[in-house]
């Protein structure tokens, strides 16, 4: 296995843990060290070693969560995949909406234990932490885009 390869393998695993399937963790992976004219659902799956269903979901997902673009070069017939100009700051702000999920989860647990102090403790710090990442978060991530 080549260095690429490996890369593609550890992706796959790492955005695995994040939520994507393995397969779309690995064509982030070989989408991040490929060339900008990015690749071909075939040609996806013969580097990867993945069936052509698999690929076509995971490419499906990359796609709808604006991780990658599909596009079609002048004269081709297939349509070509490459991350999207932003995807990481993109992806950021995709996973920035679950800070609100986890703040209302904690109210409804504060709810839920009325008066305990243990209790509420633990919920006041998840909801405290998350309302501070949903407030702070938007801002650094429009000073990173203003840096580039």
Not at 33 to 42: C, E, H, K, R, W
Not at 44 to 68: I, N, P, Q, W
Request: hydrophobic content about 40%; glycine content about 8%; some cysteine.
């Amino acid at each position: 296995m080549d260095e690429m390869e490996a890369f593609a393998e550890e992706a796959g695993l790492f955005y695995e843990r994040l939520g994507l399937s393995r397969t779309a963790g690995r064509v982030m992976g070989w989408l991040l060290t490929a060339d900008t004219d990015g690749a071909d659902a075939p040609q996806l799956c013969d580097a990867l070693g993945v069936a052509k269903s698999s690929m076509s979901v995971a490419l499906r997902t990359l796609e709808s969560a604006g991780l990658t673009e599909r596009f079609r070069r002048r004269g081709d017939r297939r349509d070509r995949y490459r991350l999207t100009e932003d995807v990481f700051g993109r992806a950021f702000r995709a996973k920035m909406a679950e800070f609100e999920q986890f703040t209302r989860l904690a109210e409804r647990g504060l709810r839920a234990v009325g008066d305990d102090p243990a209790r509420r403790k633990r919920l006041e710090n998840m909801r405290d932490m998350y309302a501070f990442m949903a407030e702070r978060f938007p801002r650094l991530l429009d000073e990173w885009e203003e840096s580039r």
